[in-house]
C-alpha cells in the first residue's frame, strides 16, 4: 500500500509532517537533509508506515581527497575483494534468517485462509498476524542488506579517487539454479547502484570493466591467460611465473590495473611489495562500525 504527495502539498516542521487529508503526523526522525521537498511517497510494510522524501538538496557532498586507487571482485563467497588485500565477507541475510522465514511460512500455511480460487474462507486472525510477522522478517532482511552496502560503497567513495569494477552479468548468473538465492541475497545491483550516483556525488572516477575481460584467468603478474581455471579453485596458480596468489585477489588486482588505461596518472599494482601468503585483510568489522553520509552546506 502506498501513494504519492506533490511537494506543494507537503509541508514539515520538526519531526512531524502535513499529509491531506491526515493532517499532522509525527516522525521518528527528522529529515536528514536540508533542501526543497519535490515529492513524497507514504507506503506501508508489514504493520508500519513509512514516509520517503525527494528533496533538491541545498548541500554538497564533500569530494573524495584521497587520491587512492582500487580494483575490486564481487563474488559469491566473498562480496568483495580490494586490490590493497582487504575484503568484505558476505553478509547474506536471507540465507541466515531462511530458517525463520520457512518456519513462519509453514505456520501461516496452517492457519485458516482461502486455499484456492474461488473459495470464501475468511483469513482468520492468527493469519493476518503471521503475514505480518513475515512481511516483517523480509523487511528486516532487505535492511540488512541495504546497510551493509550503503556502509560498503560510502568506504570506497571516501577512500579511493579511482575504483574499478566488473561489469558482473546478474541476469546470466541468476541462471545457475545452484548460485541464484546466493546472488539475488547480495544485490550486485544495489552495490552497483550505489557505486554510481555516490561517484558522480564525490567526483570519484569509477571505471566498469568490459564484461568479457577474464579477470579471474589472467595472471597480475605477467600478464599470461590460464584457460583451466574451474570455479572451485580458489586458488591461482601461474604456469608461466609460478605466481601463486588468492584467486579473487588475482581478479581484483587485474581490474586494478585496468584503470591505467583510461587514467595513465594511475600505476599498477606492485606485486612483489605484498606479502601474498600472508593472507587478506578482513575490513568486514571496519565496514560495520559504519559512518554517516558527510555533507556541508554551501552557505
Not at 52 to 70: D, E, G, H, R, T
Not at 73 to 95: Q, Y
Not at 217 to 223: A, D, E, H, M, R
Not at 276 to 294: P, Q, V
Amino acid at each position: 500500500d502506498s501513494f504519492y504527495i506533490g511537494g506543494d502539498q507537503i509541508k514539515v516542521e520538526r519531526q512531524k509532517v502535513k499529509i491531506p487529508n491526515l493532517g499532522w503526523v509525527k516522525l521518528r526522525e527528522d529529515i536528514r537533509f536540508q533542501g526543497k521537498i519535490l515529492n513524497a511517497t507514504v507506503s506501508r510494510i508489514a504493520d508500519k508506515w513509512f514516509i520517503s522524501f525527494a528533496i533538491k538538496p541545498s548541500m554538497s557532498y564533500l569530494p573524495c581527497k584521497n587520491q587512492a586507487s582500487v580494483g575490486i571482485d564481487l563474488g559469491v563467497k566473498t562480496l568483495a575483494v580490494l586490490s590493497n588485500g582487504s575484503f568484505i565477507e558476505s553478509p547474506r541475510p536471507l540465507k541466515k534468517l531462511q530458517k525463520k522465514l520457512t518456519k513462519l511460512s509453514r505456520q501461516l500455511s496452517k492457519k485458516q485462509h482461502s486455499r484456492k480460487k474461488g473459495d470464501t474462507t475468511p483469513k482468520s486472525n492468527n493469519y493476518k498476524k503471521f503475514t505480518i510477522k513475515i512481511a516483517t522478517l523480509h523487511k528486516r532482511i532487505a535492511d540488512i542488506r541495504m546497510d551493509i552496502l550503503h556502509k560498503f560503497t560510502t568506504y570506497l567513495t571516501d577512500n579511493f579517487k579511482y575504483i574499478s569494477i566488473e561489469d558482473l552479468n546478474v541476469k546470466g548468473m541468476m541462471s545457475n539454479h545452484k548460485l541464484a538465492r546466493s546472488i539475488q541475497d547480495l544485490g550486485f545491483y544495489e552495490l552497483k547502484r550505489q557505486l554510481e550516483y555516490k561517484s558522480k556525488q564525490k567526483g570519484n572516477n569509477l571505471f566498469i570493466n568490459d564484461r568479457w575481460f577474464a579477470s579471474s584467468k589472467t595472471c597480475c603478474q605477467c600478464g599470461n591467460h590460464k584457460k583451466d581455471l574451474a570455479l572451485a579453485d580458489r586458488t591461482y596458480y601461474c604456469d608461466e611465473c609460478q605466481l601463486k596468489i588468492d584467486r579473487d585477489l588475482n581478479a581484483s588486482i587485474n581490474l586494478h590495473n585496468q584503470l591505467g588505461r583510461v587514467h595513465p596518472e594511475v600505476t599498477p599494482v606492485e606485486i612483489t611489495a605484498m606479502n601474498l601468503e600472508a593472507g587478506l585483510l578482513n575490513l568486514t568489522s571496519i565496514i560495520e562500525a559504519g559512518s554517516k553520509h558527510r555533507i556541508k552546506s554551501l552557505a
